[in-house]
């Protein structure tokens, strides 16, 4: 079983974007954060990207708003981004509080500066192909991890636990692209799936992205599959400081031994996240300067 090192290659990544915004003469490239309420993963996370930019020598920008913010009051915010020169890109974390309309906020903002890759128009260009778009990044961060761990997805049965547009939907539609680094043949599972362990059990590359700690269990798993483990849900421990612990959507313990490969939680996927995120603002930095 190899242990991919998702924590290892972000920060290939992080170097290589380093040395590139390092090279640019003049105003360096910005995102524009905005988060709206103080929900602890979501502090952690905004905060994660915020260090990750500015060692990177991206501007970060951080708008927080409190929970009851109106629908109209967020739009205002994104629109005055939007109009602003120096941002380049423009992340709303998610989720965001329930009496707002979280994909309404997304295609507020301009596509050109959706780094998220979240916007209705960005979404499409996936679906059709187009890579002058921006790709969400945490399917785009699996891709990548493939790509450089030399895990090839061409021919393969790629099963996706999770319908999410942020990952389950999207790394679908990555993974049976006409691509060098695709060319999968994917099977999505969701809630109301039947035989769920059939279909699990017969895949080469098994991704869960579903939200539900330690789901995918051992019995689930045929030797030999490479597993991607995109949860990050926070469980109660008192013998930690901070009072939780971090847990994926697979049980570690009784898959590792079966997997060919497999990414731990934390240090897989997550960090993976947020250099895609730091190649998408260079991206969009590049898009407006030309
Ligand atoms: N919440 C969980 N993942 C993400 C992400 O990739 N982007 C944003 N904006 N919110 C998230």
């Not at 020598?57 to 913010?69: N, V």
């Not at 450089?148 to 999207?170: M, Q």
């Not at 971090?246 to 250099?275: N, Q, R, Y």
Request: aromatic letters at 4%; one cysteine or more; glycine letters at 8%.
């Amino acid at each position: 079983m190899k242990l991919i090192d998702g924590k290892r290659i972000a920060s290939d990544i992080v170097d290589e974007l380093t040395r590139e915004v390092a090279a640019i003469d003049g105003a360096k490239p910005c995102i524009a954060f905005i988060r709206v309420g103080e929900d602890p993963a979501s502090v952690s996370y905004v905060r994660g990207k915020n260090r990750t930019a500015e060692k990177i020598g991206i501007r970060p920008l951080l708008f927080t708003f409190d929970e009851d913010i109106s629908q109209e009051e967020l739009f205002a915010k994104v629109d005055e981004l939007n109009q602003d020169s120096s941002v380049n890109g423009i992340l709303i974390q998610s989720p965001l509080p329930k009496h707002l309309d979280e994909q309404a906020a997304f295609n507020r903002i301009d596509p050109n500066k959706d780094v998220d890759g979240f916007h209705v128009v960005n979404a499409g260009r996936v679906v059709q192909e187009d890579a002058t778009g921006f790709v969400s990044c945490t399917p785009a961060g699996i891709i990548e991890i493939c790509r450089r761990e030399g895990i090839s997805l061409e021919g393969k049965h790629v099963v996706v636990l999770g319908r999410s547009l942020i990952v389950g939907k999207t790394f679908s539609l990555l993974a049976m692209q006409k691509h060098p680094n695709a060319n999968a043949t994917v099977t999505i599972c969701h809630s109301r799936t039947k035989n769920l362990v059939d279909i699990t059990r017969q895949a080469d590359v098994l991704v869960a992205a579903i939200g539900k700690p330690e789901m995918v269990t051992g019995d689930m798993v045929k030797e030999g599959t490479v597993v991607i483990d995109v949860g990050i849900n926070r469980i109660d421990d008192s013998s930690k400081k901070k009072g939780y612990k971090l847990v994926g959507d697979v049980k570690f313990d009784e898959v590792a031994p079966l997997a060919s490969a497999i990414t731990p939680v934390p240090g897989g996927v997550g960090p993976m996240t947020v250099a895609m995120l730091m190649k998408n603002t260079l991206k969009a930095y590049k898009l407006q300067s030309n």
